[in-house]
């Protein structure tokens, strides 16, 4: 998280002094699904396209009950999108590739065992104290951004609570190497043959990797349930054969907690050192990296001299988000991990209707998969007129493929990148008959000399009608829509959407 914020700082011209404590990228895969809104943040900082070449790309999950299929679903149906639904890929690979793409910035300084021991806060800067094994040294800055995790030293600083809900489950994580021909998608079992009264979770990762969960239960022994010699009969009941090797074991007892304000003066917090969620659903990372993109313009702004209610609108539309994915996390933890036998035995008669009746399947939750939160913020012009389509004010853009002036295929996601992720004016149709406010860029579809809706997918996505336009935030989500703009309508949004 800190080296995808770090990036889009420098693209947008900051420098940025990114201090880890370590002396490498992590070990072990951790965090493995990363999600098409994370691929398009990442395709914009310059590393989508790896990432997306080394993942294995999925989108299509199966439930079972015992041996046999409750549903399936689709994550991504329709055409049309640069990006799949999801990629695994192990967290190592993705640091990796994010830390290449850092030492090609000049603008950003990353200084390995750099460890921060102390900070004192004062009204136009942070001076940070910083133990190194050459000696500590001091050094200043405008804001300091902490993104060192769940167990973060920062945190404790500022004095900030970290309060929520703490499951008493545990899960086992192995990742295990093996040829094997089960297809690339995400199953999870409830009360599997192999691993009786329990759960499962199976994930195919790159280099024939895959990840196994194991729910053992409350009272399991860490020290002793994740011993090889422990582990292996467990995999080995799960896939019938013991002809793989291991490559990460791990415990874990989950948490579903956040900070109260994700903002302290000019400490800011962002991924897990701001809030925690059980990975059902792959929310971790993905919200983390969502923090990311969400500040980078926004600090940006106002080291320009914008309002600081800018930056509070970083803590109102992520403490939102935070909500909603612990949430979503909590709901999935209780209906995997049921916390008396009455909870079990209503779970398991949902998961039994659920293979005959529609209406049961939406109750199943075996981890509802990441999504970008909607916004309900002051930053977003309400609605005045009546719009087909998904998109509203508060959403993250919609991908949609388009044909440039030349004939050539495009995605929507990588114009908006190509015009340097600022304010950018979405217009349909317009023919340049509306002035577009100062150091807003603009795209124009359905025009001479624009991009084409060949498809046809922009205008039913996005309910879009000849003479409509839509203002998009620097993070590519919609600030306003109008179907008849005016220079005044879109200066006012433009100014709400900078918190003036």
Known sequence: MGLSLAIDLAQRGRKVVLLDDADRIGEGSRAICFSKRALEVWDR???????????VEWKVGKVFLGDGLVYSFDLLPEGGHKMPAFINLQQYYAEKYLVE???????????????????????????????????????SAEYLVACDGA????????GAEFVGETFEDQFLIADVKMTAAFPTERWFWFDPPFHTGQSALLHRQPDDVWRIDLQLGPDADPKEETRPERVRPRIERMLGHGDFDFEWISLYRFQCRRMQRFLHGRVIFAGDAAHQVSPFGARGANSGLEDAENLAW?????????SH????????????????????????????????????????????????ADFAKRMVNAGRLSTPTVYD????????????????????????????????PRFLTEVFAGKGCRFTLVTMGINGAIETPRNVA????????????????????????????????PDGYLAARMKAPTPSGLEAALRRAQAQ
């Open 442 to 473: 603009r795209i124009d579809i359905g025009t001479a000399g624009g991009y084409r809706d060949e498809t046809g997918a922009f205008a039913e996505r996005w309910g879009a009608e000849a003479g409509a336009a839509y203002l998009l935030r």
């Open 45 to 55: 900082l310059g590393v989508g396209e790896r990432m997306r070449a080394k993942g």
């Open 309 to 356: 209610a800018l930056l509070e609108s970083y803590d109102t539309e992520r403490t939102q988000a935070a909500d909603d994915n612990i949430g979503h996390s909590t709901r999935s933890t209780d209906f995997i991990a049921p916390h008396s036998p009455f909870e079990r035995a209503l779970r398991n008669a949902t998961l039994r209707l659920a293979r005959h």
């Open 151 to 158: 167990r973060s030293q920062l945190r404790n600083m500022v």
């Open 298 to 306: 926004k600090l940006d702004l106002v080291l320009d001299g914008a």
């Open 101 to 139: 793409r850092v030492l090609d910035l000049p603008a950003i300084d990353l200084r390995w065992r750099n460890k921060v021991t102390a900070i004192e806060r004062g009204n136009d800067h942070v001076r940070l104290t910083i133990e190194t094994p050459d000696g500590p040294y001091t050094l």
């Open 377 to 408: 913020t002051p930053l977003s012009t309400p609605d005045t007129e009546a719009w087909s389509g998904r998109m509203r004010p508060g959403m993250a853009l919609v991908d949609a493929p388009l044909a440039d002036a030349e004939g050539r």
